[in-house]
């Protein structure tokens, strides 16, 4: 029981090191790449939502 403790403690220690060491600029993910939070929670369901109503909307102006 005590190898498990001591190998998550080993993981967690190794994952820790390497993101230290790692470059900066490197370690996150960049703003541009970033999904909305809609998107994230909802899927492509408000994309759509937002194309039939714009579609909605021109037509119904001509």
């Known amino acids: ?17 390497g ?7 490197s ?3 960049s703003r541009a790449g970033k999904q909305p939070w809609s ?5 492509m369901l408000p994309v759509g939502l ?3 109503r714009s579609s909605r909307k021109v037509r119904d102006k001509g």
Do not use: H
């Open 19 to 25: 993101y230290m060491e790692s470059p900066r600029e």
């Open 50 to 52: 937002s194309i039939w």
């Open 1 to 17: 029981m005590a190898s498990d403790g001591e190998d998550l403690v080993k993981y967690i220690t190794e994952k820790v090191v």
């Open 27 to 29: 370690r996150g993910r």
């Open 39 to 43: 998107q994230k929670w909802f899927g």
